[in-house]
């Protein structure tokens, strides 16, 4: 059964705002009032007035206290942190890597920019715009830098495996009707079509 929050995005593109080094650079002004805006971890900061700010991590909505500075949705597939800091919770469904077209259940893929993505084809988006999925470190797996605080940072490798698992989703997408525009110059993603923020609104 779908949620009651659930924001209904029929028919309203999504932007899905990773932490990938490219991140910074992205202008993000033309999605404020025209998409339905997900903003991922600390990508917050680059967008607070985003509708909705998804990470999967527990520690890091421990290190971040649960961000109140932030007003918008905030959700997570940990139900630890969901239950501690009154977040929207999200479990993982069985799907594995595959998107998980379950509402209220989402796809694992590794990380939270792949939920955040699974959850704007959830919301209803048609069109789903990535911006900050590198998917590879240039010198810094993130815009902000490493993460510190005794969290994790993803290995080059380890983003590699994020990259196929994305990759390989995109037969997905298509089969559901979602178009998926990848907005993050020099992103090692193969399957999208690449495209800017505005052109994709």
């Known amino acids: 059964m779908r949620p009651a929050w659930y924001p209904d995005w029929s028919g309203r593109p999504a932007?899905?705002?990773?932490?990938?080094?490219?991140?910074?650079?992205?202008?993000?002004?033309?999605?404020?009032g025209?998409?339905?805006?997900?903003?991922?971890?600390?990508?917050?900061r680059l967008?607070?007035?985003?509708?909705?700010?998804?990470s999967c991590d527990p520690g890091w909505w421990a290190h971040?206290?649960?961000?109140?500075?932030f007003g918008g949705l905030k959700v997570t597939q940990d139900k630890g942190a969901?239950?501690?800091?009154?977040l929207r919770h999200v479990p993982l469904g069985n799907s594995g890597d595959a998107i998980e077209t379950r509402p209220g259940?989402?796809?694992?893929?590794?990380?939270?920019?792949?939920?955040?993505?699974?959850?704007?084809?959830?919301?209803?988006?048609?069109?789903?715009?990535?911006?900050?999925?590198?998917?590879?470190s240039a010198g810094s797996v993130h815009w902000h830098g490493r993460h510190g605080g005794g969290l994790n940072n993803p290995s080059d490798?380890?983003?590699?495996?994020?990259?196929?698992?994305?990759?390989?989703?995109?037969p997905e997408f298509a089969h559901l009707g979602v178009e998926i525009i990848n907005a993050?110059?020099?992103?090692?993603?193969?399957?999208y079509k690449a495209g800017t923020i505005e052109e994709a609104l």
């Not at 971040?64 to 500075?69: L, S």
């Not at 993050?184 to 399957?191: I, N, R, Y």
């Open 64 to 69: 971040r206290r649960g961000v109140p500075e």
């Open 105 to 136: 259940r989402l796809g694992w893929g590794g990380n939270s920019g792949f939920q955040a993505v699974n959850l704007a084809v959830q919301f209803g988006a048609p069109r789903i715009v990535m911006v900050g999925f590198d998917m590879r």
């Open 34 to 44: 025209r998409a339905g805006v997900i903003a991922v971890n600390e990508s917050w």
């Open 157 to 170: 490798l380890l983003l590699a495996k994020w990259a196929r698992t994305l990759d390989e989703a995109a």
């Open 15 to 32: 932007v899905v705002v990773a932490a990938g080094p490219s991140a910074a650079e992205a202008d993000l002004r033309p999605a404020r």
């Open 47 to 54: 967008a607070p007035w985003a509708d909705v700010l998804y």
């Open 82 to 86: 969901a239950e501690t800091y009154r």
């Open 184 to 191: 993050t110059p020099g992103s090692a993603l193969q399957a």
